[in-house]
């Protein structure tokens, strides 16, 4: 991916999911926002890209650069998609703003080959110093809400997931920890991920077994 291009600017677990995509996928990005991860796709590797988006706003911005996208609710409408209709469906710091995030992964493993799921990691050991220290509900670049106005309704740590994954039958291929502009690749996240990951990016499939 050129350094040099704008996307290059985009957030880096953008980035990594687009490294984690093959080019001229069958592509849906639940939650897409304006469709920065989309047009990422679409200029670098050329995917047939799809997005559901619960905002007016957010659709309207996606429709202006030229992408697919329909208004939706990722809890509601995401049953109305075929099986098998995706080779990636992308759930981008969205998971932990769903009321029903494990009817959502299973959805999205109904629907799609492969999912890529990027959140904030609870874990961080931030955030623990902040709970412990100061008795109050961190706030951090990536959790950058306070109490009273977050959408975040089912925050969760690198283990809660992987462990969510589990339960799901879903296999993790890989799993991408970030911290800061660190991107370090990981097979099996364990405490140590858990306690220095701010972000986390996991592709898992079904499990072959």
Same mark, same amino acid.
């Given at each position: 991916?050129?350094?040099?291009?704008?996307? %290059? @600017?985009?957030?880096?677990?953008?980035?990594?999911?687009?490294?984690?995509?093959?080019?001229?996928?069958?592509?849906?990005?639940?939650?897409?926002?304006?469709? #920065?991860?989309?047009?990422?796709?679409?200029?670098?590797?050329?995917? #047939? $890209?799809? $997005?559901?988006?619960?905002?007016?706003?957010?659709?309207? %911005?996606? &429709? /202006?650069?030229?992408?697919? &996208?329909?208004?939706?609710?990722?809890?509601?409408?995401?049953?109305?998609?075929? +099986?098998? %209709? !995706? +080779?990636?469906?992308?759930?981008?710091? /969205?998971?932990?703003? =769903?009321?029903?995030?494990?009817?959502?992964? %299973?959805?999205?493993?109904?629907?799609?080959?492969?999912?890529?799921?990027?959140?904030?990691? !609870?874990?961080?050991?931030?955030?623990?110093?902040?709970? $412990?220290?100061?008795?109050?509900?961190?706030? /951090?670049? =990536?959790?950058?809400?306070?109490?009273?106005? /977050?959408?975040?309704?089912?925050?969760?740590? &690198?283990? +809660?997931?992987?462990?969510?994954?589990?339960?799901?039958?879903?296999?993790?291929? @890989? =799993?991408?920890?970030?911290?800061? #502009? @660190? #991107?370090?690749?990981?097979?099996?996240?364990?405490?140590?991920?858990?306690? !220095?990951?701010? @972000?986390?990016? !996991?592709?898992?499939?079904?499990?072959?077994?």
């Amino acid at each position: 991916m050129s350094q040099n291009t704008p996307e %290059a @600017q985009a957030r880096i677990d953008l980035l990594v999911i687009a490294d984690l995509v093959e080019p001229g996928s069958r592509v849906l990005d639940v939650g897409c926002g304006a469709g #920065d991860l989309l047009h990422l796709l679409s200029t670098e590797k050329q995917v #047939d $890209g799809r $997005g559901i988006e619960l905002s007016q706003r957010g659709v309207n %911005a996606c &429709v /202006t650069r030229g992408l697919s &996208v329909v208004q939706g609710d990722a809890d509601e409408d995401l049953r109305d998609y075929p +099986d098998d %209709a !995706f +080779d990636y469906v992308i759930l981008s710091q /969205t998971i932990q703003a =769903t009321h029903n995030p494990r009817e959502v992964l %299973a959805q999205m493993q109904r629907i799609g080959r492969r999912i890529i799921v990027s959140f904030p990691n !609870f874990g961080h050991w931030r955030i623990r110093w902040q709970l $412990g220290v100061h008795g109050r509900m961190p706030v /951090t670049h =990536t959790l950058d809400y306070q109490w009273y106005n /977050t959408p975040n309704i089912h925050l969760c740590t &690198v283990l +809660d997931f992987a462990a969510l994954c589990g339960e799901l039958g879903l296999h993790i291929e @890989q =799993t991408r920890m970030l911290s800061g #502009d @660190q #991107d370090r690749r990981v097979k099996k996240p364990g405490r140590r991920d858990n306690l !220095f990951a701010e @972000q986390a990016v !996991f592709l898992v499939s079904r499990d072959p077994a």
